[in-house]
């Protein structure tokens, strides 16, 4: 791994179930990217905790989602791939972070008040993991001096949150970590939150590179897709057979009229249906314009049914052959451990001398 390339960091938490959401916004830049950055991927397991979670499922998942990671196309040859938990300098360094955050800045952050409404025990009320949780993302980008973070849309607020605690603790200790970039799906800007939403599409002042994915729940287009949600017909996991992919597209919301046009604004839905569709087949979404003029609703979703079934296949076939191997899925990881631990040892050493304590 060439030291003078830069660094990219991202993860996934290993809870509910993974989606094509994650994948397209996601998963697959990481793939394309890992030739071009010193790549690191993690499975944020103890981002995973600060919601309830069994702990039999938890302990699938987190190999479930290395598998996912591994199945997609990231290559431990080219990149490092490990779970949280196995490298104490997150959790250590998430501490120190939370001493430098003001409440009143993680209380603001978008995704905490949707989860505290989902989360919210009746009689103990909101875990302080739960607000606590961007320290830790913070936490696991800095450690690495990362420049890029490839990421979905949606963890934009958690990046901008980083990127202020970075330039805190480096203008009252001296430079100490990297500043870094939030990198949105590189390849397409169509999102229907993008288009609807301006200001996240266009914030490059404040380190995001471009607009990006956002993919929306498939019964309901105003929603982005979800791994948490109850309604299995919001997503189509990674690794949903066939039949179950015809069936969630084939009842996927749709709008008035019959035009197949991306238009966010206007047509949420069918706009989502193309964005996922340019995706799966690296096509622009103005060429499916085309080839689907006078063509109907029932036949644009059957090749859209077809385009995911034929994107996911591969993966889907290299999961169930990782499936059989977990001990080596499991070396893969120690391994990835060992080098993240090498990197952010450095990072968390200097950040422990700088605010006075001994190490
Ligand atoms: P998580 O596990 O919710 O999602 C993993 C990745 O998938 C993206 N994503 C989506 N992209 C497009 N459309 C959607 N509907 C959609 N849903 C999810 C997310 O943006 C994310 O890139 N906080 C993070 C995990 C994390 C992390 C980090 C990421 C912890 N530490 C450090 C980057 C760097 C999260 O909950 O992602």
């Not at 950055?37 to 069994?54: E, G, M, N, W």
């Not at 949606?154 to 202020?164: A, F, G, K, V």
Request: aromatic share 6%; glycine share 6%; net charge positive.
């Amino acid at each position: 791994m060439a030291v003078n390339k830069q660094t990219i960091f991202s993860g996934v938490a290993p809870s509910g179930t993974i989606h094509i959401g994650n994948y397209l916004g996601a998963i697959k830049n990481w793939v394309r990217l890992q030739d071009e950055y010193r790549s690191i991927f993690c499975i944020v397991d103890l981002h995973a905790i600060t919601t309830p979670q069994d702990p039999e499922k938890l302990r699938k998942k987190i190999m479930e989602v290395a598998m996912i990671y591994l199945a997609s196309g990231i290559d431990p040859e080219k990149s490092i791939i490990f779970i949280q938990s196995h490298v104490p300098a997150h959790t250590e360094l998430g501490w120190i972070l939370n001493t430098f955050t003001p409440l009143g800045e993680l209380e603001r952050m978008t995704q905490y008040k949707d989860k505290r409404q989902e989360t919210s025990d009746k009689r103990h009320g909101v875990m302080a993991g739960l607000l606590n949780y961007p320290t830790l993302m913070a936490a696991d980008i800095l450690l690495y001096q990362t420049n890029k973070i490839p990421v979905g849309e949606d963890q934009l607020q958690h990046i901008e949150l980083t990127r202020s605690l970075a330039e805190r603790f480096n203008n009252r200790f001296g430079p100490t970590f990297t500043i870094p970039e939030a990198l949105v799906d590189p390849v397409r800007s169509q999102s229907p939150k993008a288009t609807a939403d301006a200001p996240l599409a266009h914030r490059t002042s404040n380190g995001v590179e471009k607009s990006g994915a956002r993919i929306m729940g498939l019964d309901d287009p105003i929603k982005k897709m979800s791994k948490s949600a109850r309604n299995p017909e919001n997503y189509i996991a990674l690794l949903d057979s066939p039949d179950e992919i015809h069936k969630k597209i084939k009842i996927a919301v749709t709008d008035s009229g019959k035009e197949i046009i991306f238009d966010p604004k206007n047509k949420p839905a069918i706009s989502n249906l193309l964005q996922i569709f340019g995706l799966f087949t690296d096509t622009a979404t103005q060429e499916l314009e085309k080839k689907y003029v006078g063509k109907n609703y029932a036949e644009f979703k059957k090749d859209l049914a077809e385009a995911v079934i034929n994107g996911l296949k591969p993966i889907q076939e290299k999961y169930r052959e990782l499936e059989k191997k977990p001990d080596a899925v499991i070396k893969i990881l120690r391994e990835g451990a060992e080098s993240a631990q090498t990197i952010s040892s450095k990072t968390i050493k200097a950040v422990k001398e700088k605010i006075g304590l001994i190490s």
